[in-house]
């Protein structure tokens, strides 16, 4: 957790912390692309990339990615 932040609410999306992982994490809607691969729903992706702007500008160094399944990620690295 950063800052004391077990979640952090962006663009209406809450993105949890996996201390595990150092990350926080969002589920979303599953779509797909022209060639049928996943991708992250277009406005969570959008609030990821956005916590992933805000965590740099706070001095930590965060990269913005997504999985299967809906999920969206902004690690600490």
Partial sequence: MINGQ????V???TFTWDADNEMYECRGA???DDEHDEMPEPELWEAALILE???ND????AEAQHSEKGWVEVSLL
């Avoid at 077990?6 to 609410?9: G, I, P, W």
């Fill in 30 to 32: 599953i779509y797909y």
């Fill in 58 to 61: 706070e001095g930590f160094s």
């Fill in 53 to 55: 702007k805000e965590l």
């Fill in 6 to 9: 077990q979640t952090r609410r």
């Fill in 11 to 13: 663009k209406g999306r």
